[in-house]
């Protein structure tokens, strides 16, 4: 009996169903994938080694949301729509960090007020997942964003807020801001009048600042001032003049000053004044100038110095 060849039996049965053959395809395996990325089917098999025309028609079995190895079941294709399926390992990871967007860099109230640390958090957000909440869990490691704060409101100070966040892969992000805690203004105290007298004295106010001494504030005796020889209107009169030796627009402007002055002094540690008073500036000619001046009160020590204010 005569043989005949694999390739003459190939060669008849053309006429009638033709021969067929085998997809090669030249897969990837072990390819990475970022978490929630959409895959990229080129990336799957190796084109210039594969038969022309080839593509993916199918994948099965991948879940972008899911960390770590997965085998995923690619069905592939040509142009005459013979398939072939290929079983394919990749692996999910997850690099992307939060995002903590913060409202200031920088916050500053005032000793007393209430504070909110978490209200200077504009958002907190996972590139895929969006939005992560806060938690109350200082041991959290997962899915939520924590806040680690050292600010005392009640307390002048420079303060640090932290912020620390977790994604639900575990992945962390910190961000921080300053928070500055600044002293309360001191309460002014109501003008009081103790009386205006005639002439080049001014009106004599108590100020607000008071600090503890050893001695009193004495009996703010007011200076005795000589009547000019020559009038001179629209000139303050030296003795008018408290020993700030300084004349201000407003009774608030000198209060303001005054309190400043004697703050400044005590954080030098070189102040010796109790207490202040503050009034109106009168020129030569014994008119009001609507001025106002401000005179210290260093003590019982000092009244032979000052005769006002002691």
């Known amino acids: 009996m005569k043989k005949i060849s694999v390739l003459a039996v190939c060669a008849m049965m053309i006429l009638v169903v033709g021969c067929s053959k085998d997809l090669k395809v030249a897969v990837k395996d072990n390819l ?10 080129s990336l799957l098999f190796d084109k ?34 013979k398939t072939k399926e290929e079983t394919i390992k990749i692996s999910v990871k ?49 899915n939520g964003y924590i806040i680690t704060s050292d600010v005392n409101a009640k307390k002048a100070g420079s303060y640090v807020v932290k912020v620390t966040a977790y994604d639900v892969n575990g992945n962390k992000a910190e961000s921080s801001y300053k928070v500055t805690v600044k002293k309360k203004p001191q309460e002014q105290a109501p003008t009081q009048n103790n009386g205006q007298s005639s002439g080049n004295s001014y009106t004599s106010n108590q100020g607000s600042y008071n600090k503890p001494s050893a001695g009193n504030a004495g009996s703010n005796k007011k200076p005795t001032q000589s009547k000019p020889q020559t009038c001179k209107a629209g000139v303050p009169h030296p003795n008018a003049i408290g020993n700030s030796g300084k004349i201000f627009n407003s009774e608030q402007e000198a209060i303001n000053w005054a309190n400043a002055y004697i703050e400044d002094c005590d954080n030098k540690g070189n102040c010796n004044i109790v207490s202040f008073g503050y009034g109106q500036v009168f020129d030569y000619c014994e008119n009001d100038m609507n001025k106002w001046t401000v005179d210290f009160n260093y003590g019982n020590e000092f009244c032979d110095n000052y005769g006002w204010g002691c």
């Open 32 to 41: 990475e994938v970022e978490y929630g990325d959409k895959l990229d089917h």
């Open 48 to 81: 210039d080694n594969s038969d022309e025309g080839i593509t993916v028609k199918e994948v099965k079995n991948f879940d972008a949301k899911k960390t770590g190895e997965q085998e995923i079941i690619v069905v592939f294709s040509d142009s005459d729509e």
């Open 94 to 142: 997850d690099t992307k960090k939060p995002v903590i967007k913060l409202k200031k860099e920088k916050v500053e109230i005032t000793a007393g007020d209430k504070f909110n640390a978490a209200s200077n958090i504009e958002s907190v957000k996972d590139p895929v997942d969006g939005d992560i909440k806060k938690s109350e869990d200082k041991k959290l490691t997962k």
